[in-house]
Nanobody
Framework: QLQLVESGGGLVQPGGSLRLSCAVS????????IGWFRQAPGKEREGVSC????????KYADSVEGRFTISRDNAKNTVYLHMNSLKPEDTAVYYC???????????????????????WGQGTQVTVSS
């Protein structure tokens, strides 16, 4: 059974930084895109940042562009989300997910919509507050 485990969340002051990690229990290199999503209370889950199967293409939500960076270490089957200049509106539960098995999009395509993913982690809380 595939598992994705997020870690690294916590409480941080505005302007601070966090690094989230997503450890995947199966080999992911070149086979699966990985995405970071978030869900704030009363809001729909939204894509934050995603990385293609090849790792060479990335996508960011407009609200985090220039502040967040996604990266993957295929040797460790781990994907990271580096978050800088955090704002109170970044407060949410952050989830990582693996794209749909059997999807035929190319290695450079970056899926970043909720419906394009079928395996999800349990989430990690990020709270930005003074």
């Amino acid at each position: 059974q595939l598992q994705l485990v997020e870690s690294g969340g916590g409480l941080v002051q505005p302007g601070g930084s966090l690094r989230l990690s997503c450890a995947v229990s199966e080999f992911i290199s070149d086979y699966y895109a990985i995405g970071w999503f978030r869900q704030a209370p009363g809001k729909e889950r939204e894509g934050v940042s995603c990385i293609s199967r090849s790792g060479s293409s990335t996508k960011y939500a407009d609200s985090v562009e220039g502040r967040f960076t996604i990266s993957r270490d295929n040797a460790k089957n781990t994907v990271y989300l580096h978050m800088n200049s955090l704002k109170p509106e970044d407060t949410a539960v952050y989830y990582c997910a693996r794209d749909r098995s059997g999807a035929t999009w190319g290695s450079l395509y970056v899926p970043c919509e909720v419906y394009e993913y079928d395996y999800w982690g349990q989430g990690t809380q990020v709270t930005v507050s003074s």
